[in-house]
Nanobody, 119 residues
Framework: QVQLVESGGGLVQPGGSLRLSCAPD????????MGWYRQAPGKQRELVAT???????TYPDSLKGRFTISRDNAKNTLYLQMNSLKPEDTAVYYC?????????????WGQGTQVTVAS
């Protein structure tokens, strides 16, 4: 079972920035896709950003320009840089990693890190 360890959440004022980190316990190259999702109270989990092994990134239109996903292969770490944060960005943020094994795709999730945007 792959472990994804997240860090970097916390309380930030509106307009502020945070950077989340996700470190898997095996090589980042073993995942063909990694990403961030979030879940606010009473809402479904939603996609925040994904990045493929080739570096291609995707974002929902609502977050383009404020959030940036990246990966540092040397540090074996995935990041999410969040700028111009808004109260509606408050949620638990989850790291996700997808691994192709034979004909199956396995999804791994981190434990989640709380991000609270409030003054």
């Amino acid at each position: 079972q792959v472990q994804l360890v997240e860090s970097g959440g916390g309380l930030v004022q509106p307009g502020g920035s945070l950077r989340l980190s996700c470190a898997p316990d095996e090589s980042i190259f073993s995942f063909y896709s990694m990403g961030w999702y979030r879940q606010a109270p009473g809402k479904q989990r939603e996609l925040v950003a994904t990045i493929l092994n080739n570096g291609r990134t995707t974002y929902p239109d609502s977050l383009k320009g404020r959030f940036t996903i990246s990966r540092d292969n040397a540090k074996n770490t995935l990041y999410l840089q969040m700028n111009s944060l808004k109260p509606e960005d408050t949620a638990v943020y989850y790291c996700n990693a997808k691994q192709a094994l034979a004909a199956n795709i396995r999804d791994y999730w981190g434990q989640g890190t709380q991000v609270t945007v409030a003054s």
